[in-house]
């Protein structure tokens, strides 16, 4: 190798100059690439509330339309709100969502207005688990990741299926970060 500084020839691989001293080689910087761990969404039970009134509002507007007295106007209009509130959730649904990846747990949410929050693994204080009567029935329940960073922020993932195996995925994605 040929020392930038002095010109002398020095043994192939070194470091230093054997003439100077001037470094030949600079150390490569750690590269770490982030990578995705998972993708997660909240369960069609989150949303069931929803889905039910809409579905009731769509019945309710079938059945005036078909009403022997004319009330196709409200029918109509039954059935235009109650594909409005489904349009409504299935968009809130889409658009609500958790992502993790080998550095950070990000929370995206909204449509028009949109949040995302972020919470580095390194920073996770603690990971609970909790399910309901309902959710445990359904195979759902809630993660609820604590920061270190802050003792009121925290990032719900609600109603995820197989809450218990999201946990232990974040326990040892924030191990494998500490490392």
């Known amino acids: 190798m040929r020392c930038p500084q002095c010109g002398f020839d020095s043994a192939a691989g070194a470091a230093f100059c054997a003439r100077c001293g001037a470094r030949l080689m600079s150390p490569r910087p750690e590269t770490r690439h982030e990578y995705a761990l998972a993708r997660i969404l ?15 509002i769509f019945v309710a507007g079938i059945a005036a339309m078909a009403a ?6 409200a029918g109509l209009l039954g059935v235009a709100l109650a594909g409005l509130l489904a349009a409504r959730v299935i968009l809130v649904r889409r658009y609500t969502s958790w992502s993790l990846t080998s550095d950070r747990l990000i929370e995206r949410s909204g449509f028009l207005a949109t ?4 919470m580095e693994l390194a920073d996770v204080r603690s990971i609970e ?18 920061s270190a960073a802050s003792g009121d922020f925290m990032i719900k993932l609600f109603d995820i299926p197989d809450p218990e195996r999201m946990a232990e995925i974040l326990r040892k994605a924030r191990l494998k970060r500490l490392a």
Do not use: N
């Open 115 to 118: 949040r995302r929050r972020e």
């Open 129 to 146: 688990v909790e399910r309901s009567a309902g959710q445990r029935m359904l195979g759902l329940g809630d993660v609820k990741v604590a």
């Open 42 to 56: 909240p369960s069609w039970w989150h949303f069931s509330g929803a889905i039910t009134f809409a579905t009731l």
């Open 68 to 73: 022997p007295r004319g009330g196709a106007r």
